[in-house]
Nanobody
Framework: QVQLVESGGGLVQAGGSLRLSCAAS????????MGWFRQAPGKEREFVGA????????KYADSVKGRFTISRDNAKNTVSLQMSSLKPEDTAAYYC??????????????????WGQGTQVTVSS
């Protein structure tokens, strides 16, 4: 089992940057693909990006491609989401999640086994 705790959220002006981190418990972190999702008020949770176990593969939603970067450190059991050129529409609660499927990282919510509690990101215009 994996427990995930996000941090790094906050209030930032449009055009600014923010770095989210997700710390995982347990010794099996490297067995999981890791993903980031977000959920704005009144909207469904949506895929933001994902990184494979070895960090050899990353995926991003079109809405964040070129602005967000996912990285991971398996020695420290952490995954990060570097967000730049932030827009008001990026405002949401951001969640990290762990995916144990054997193939490439998933983009659907039901592909992920474990979830963090989320961290709020608010981008002011």
């Amino acid at each position: 089992q994996v427990q995930l705790v996000e941090s790094g959220g906050g209030l930032v002006q449009a055009g600014g940057s923010l770095r989210l981190s997700c710390a995982a418990s347990g010794r099996t972190f490297s067995r999981y693909h890791m993903g980031w999702f977000r959920q704005a008020p009144g909207k469904e949770r949506e895929f933001v990006g994902a990184i494979s176990r070895s960090a050899s593969t990353t995926k991003y939603a079109d809405s964040v491609k070129g602005r967000f970067t996912i990285s991971r450190d398996n020695a420290k059991n952490t995954v990060s989401l570097q967000m730049s050129s932030l827009k008001p529409e990026d405002t949401a609660a951001y969640y990290c999640a762990a995916d144990s499927t054997p193939l490439v990282p998933g983009t659907r919510l039901d592909e992920y086994d474990y979830w963090g509690q989320g961290t709020q990101v608010t981008v002011s215009s």
